[in-house]
RNA sequence: GGUCGCUUAGCUUAGUUGGUUAGAGCGUCUGGUUUACAUCCAGAAGGUCGGAGGUUCGAAUCCUCCAGCGACCACCA
């Protein structure tokens, strides 16, 4: 054996990129057998930027079972995709245009389309080839994007058939606005973050009544002062005998001088602050639903930039809410009505794009109506049609679906899908068009022959940061237009945290980029890495150690491989057909390591199996692992050395084709995590044999 | 306020229905290798399985309580 041409260290950086060009080009990604069928729709990511070790994660996961069951012979697809992802997109746009100074308002709606689509362009390529290079075996020929053509006409549809079927209203209701990316939000877009604020407690003056010789006050306490400017009640819990005398009475909003009501609600908590609160329908989400219930004026006093506005002093109009805020406390100070402040800790909501904090508002939006769509969906889950997988997250899907709220589906922001309704500017919320995918992808609504043979999907793998935004829509989703589940089940990974056990951001820069690792250990050795980490657990502490340990792996297997091709070179036995039959020749099984190793490698077949059906592949890649290096390489190639050199002819040959068919197998249970090294080491073996062999990548999974 | 998860050797962790000396990788230490691999081999040290009770012939595993960490949900004004 030529030295250079079979190096002792496996050189991942040349060896992958030619596999991968030659697996794709003889077509091996596209489904291929008529057997039962199984379907991965890719979790598409967002065109925001490249994939983060997240993505990682989970396009090996999806590759190492869409291998799997490629190999054992099923009609296996994989279908890519990209996510135009409205708001973050947009975002990561107008964030390069600020360094100019500019906004997007200063260039205008054509001018940021194009700059999105430059955008579009780049980030697209980037991804693919990321994916590309991670191995994954998707099908190229069928990528699709959520803003392209036939993606356009799924959403237009289901837009017009939820309406059709009245799902679909549009209203003035108080939605979550964020006053920086101008635009309402749904609610689980909002990020709720504890903070240090202030209660200020607020003297307001009930009217006199006749009789009455002094003045009477209620002191109720808000952290939000200057909302009082748009107050148009004061209410008590009904049951609360302190305040019962009052209810009805009418009573002063200070600074504005206005008359309002008393009122009793069961929304009111007794033991918060002094019992009492300030009613502002227009900028609090449970003060509206009061206002629904007493029928109050809603008064506007904070406008979409965030700034004072409505029917308030002019020394306050105009002001940024935070300003105003210093200016009623002041004033409320100066009055003596502000009777004292104390500190609290409460949860203030931000937008999950920009970390703006949000101003809820009254505003004209599209809602879908959820209640009805839930029903199906919460049917299907709890009768384990679809299956969570690890199940402790069926009961927080569960949940969730069963309190769900009306979804504010429309955005004012100008990347997305326009509201198909003439006259209508305004765009559709990313996740309107993401909850479709499971069968737009397949070209719906087309009754395309790919919508017939692959919907519905087998698995969903996603991070559990999507189950509501995601997973629970493309549920309701696909039982309302396909009248079937889109998939049977949901895997949901666990998350990769960095060393301190905190969350990979980029901006902080503790991100890893997979293709660093990828450049320095190989995609084999980074996909071994990882998913040797994933199981039913929820997080995973991000370790290099772990990736050294598949490089060392990789190695591993080259290195057994030259043990043998160094062998099959000295004793010739061109044209051996690999056969599993010399697995029970009685005389090999006489010595204990080959017996053990022949009763381990069939352990070890069906325990990768059962690993990867479970969604354990922690255990699986353990399995192989174990084998491989300590149970077929320590003892086993060990222990034959002394027939392979000292022996006769024939038990030389013996013992050799007895190596090569463990070995044979080794690598096809090794395939789908690492599958560069393992279709190398494929090639070289049947090369060294003169056999003319399918690639790994179609070859039968071992019986 | 509620729900869920985690806590096992110096570090990262496996341990799926309770059952022989609790496994592994990294690190440390000792020894080895002229012919697959030092990205290696043989071996060693290192764990009262977060704490306290309980169930059981038997508990890292089941139950109760407590502590620390983390995630999520909720109309904490």
Not at 71 to 83: A, F, N, S
Not at 210 to 220: G, H, R, V
Not at 330 to 351: A, F, M, N, S
Not at 440 to 462: H, I, M, N, R
Request: aromatic share 10%; with cysteine.
């Amino acid at each position: 054996m030529k030295k250079d041409k079979f190096k002792k260290h496996y050189n991942p950086q040349t060896i992958e990129p030619k596999i991968y060009k030659s697996w794709e080009e003889e077509g091996y990604f596209a489904p291929k057998a008529l057997k039962k069928t199984f379907t991965i729709a890719m979790p598409p990511p967002n065109i925001t930027g490249s994939l983060h070790l997240g993505h990682a994660l989970n396009a090996t996961i999806q590759d190492v079972l869409i291998r799997y069951h490629r190999m054992k012979g099923h009609r296996t697809l994989w279908i890519p995709g990209l996510d135009h992802a409205g708001i973050a997109t947009q975002n990561m746009v107008e964030k390069e245009l600020s360094k100019s100074g500019k906004t997007r308002q200063d260039i205008g709606r054509a001018e940021l389309l194009k700059l999105l689509q430059t955008w579009e362009k780049k980030y697209s390529a980037r991804i693919i080839n990321q994916f590309k290079k991670i191995g994954a075996s998707c099908d190229w020929s069928r990528i699709r994007y959520t803003l392209d053509e036939g993606y356009a006409r799924a959403v237009k549809k289901a837009f017009i058939l939820y309406k059709k079927k009245g799902y679909i209203k549009r209203g003035q209701r108080l939605v979550n606005w964020c006053p920086r990316c101008k635009t309402a939000l749904s609610d689980i877009e909002v990020e709720h973050r504890e903070e240090k604020g202030r209660l200020y407690y607020l003297k307001y003056r009930l009217l006199k009544k006749k009789e009455d010789q002094k003045f009477e006050y209620l002191t109720l306490a808000t952290t939000r002062p200057e909302t009082l400017l748009g107050d148009s009640a004061v209410a008590v819990n009904p049951d609360d005998k302190k305040y019962k005398k009052y209810i009805g009475r009418k009573i002063f909003v200070p600074l504005v001088k206005r008359k309002v009501r008393v009122i009793a609600d069961e929304a009111i908590d007794p033991k918060f602050g002094t019992g009492i609160l300030k009613v502002t329908p227009a900028h609090d989400a449970v003060d509206f639903e009061i206002g629904e219930r007493h029928h109050l004026k809603k008064i506007k006093v904070i406008d979409e930039e965030a700034e004072m506005t409505g029917p308030i002093p002019l020394k306050y109009r105009g002001l940024d809410r935070f300003k105003a805020r210093e200016g009623v406390v002041k004033d409320l100070k100066q009055e003596k009505i502000l009777v004292k402040t104390e500190g609290l800790t409460h949860k203030v909501p931000y937008c999950y794009r920009c970390g703006q904090m949000i101003e809820p508002l009254i505003s004209k939006q599209w809602f879908l109506s959820m209640k009805k769509l839930a029903e199906p969906a919460i049917k299907v889950v709890e009768e384990d049609k679809i299956e969570f997988v690890p199940e402790r997250y069926k009961k927080v899907y569960l949940r969730w679906m069963k309190s769900i709220r009306d979804w504010c589906i429309s955005r004012q922001i100008w990347w997305g899908h326009k509201i198909p309704i003439k006259g209508e500017e305004d765009v559709l919320d990313t996740w309107f068009s993401s909850a479709l995918w499971p069968f737009a992808s397949l070209g719906w609504p087309k009754e395309t022959k790919d919508l017939q043979t692959f919907y519905p999907t087998s698995v969903l793998t996603t991070a559990k940061d999507n189950i509501f935004l995601w997973v629970a829509r493309m549920i309701f989703s696909g039982l309302f237009f396909m009248d079937e589940i889109p998939f049977k089940v949901v895997y949901i990974h666990p998350t990769i945290l960095n060393a301190e056990g905190r969350r990979m951001s980029k901006s902080l820069g503790t991100g890893v980029d997979p293709l660093d690792l990828i450049k320095k250990y190989g995609a084999d050795a980074t996909r071994f890495g990882l998913i040797a980490k994933a199981g039913h657990n929820q997080e995973i502490r991000y370790s290099e150690s772990s990736i050294v340990a598949g490089r060392n792996f990789s190695n591993k297997m080259l290195n057994a491989t030259r043990f043998i091709l160094m062998n099959i070179e000295k004793n010739k036995i061109d044209g051996f057909e690999i056969d599993n039959d010399i697995l029970s020749d009685k005389k090999l099984l006489k010595i204990e390591a080959n017996k053990k190793t022949v009763e381990l490698l069939k352990k070890t077949k069906s325990e990768i199996e059962k690993h990867i059906l479970d969604f354990r592949f922690n255990l699986a890649a353990d399995s192989i692992y174990e084998f491989f290096w300590h149970q077929f390489c320590d003892k086993c190639l060990e222990q034959n050395k002394d027939n392979l050199y000292q022996g006769s002819e024939q038990e030389k040959k013996k013992v050799l084709k007895f190596l090569i068919v463990v070995m044979a197998d080794s690598l096809k249970l090794a395939h789908p995590f690492m599958p560069f090294v393992s279709e190398h080491l494929w090639g070289e073996l049947n090369k060294a044999l003169k056999i003319k062999a399918n690639p790994l990548i179609i070859t039968p999974w071992p019986k």
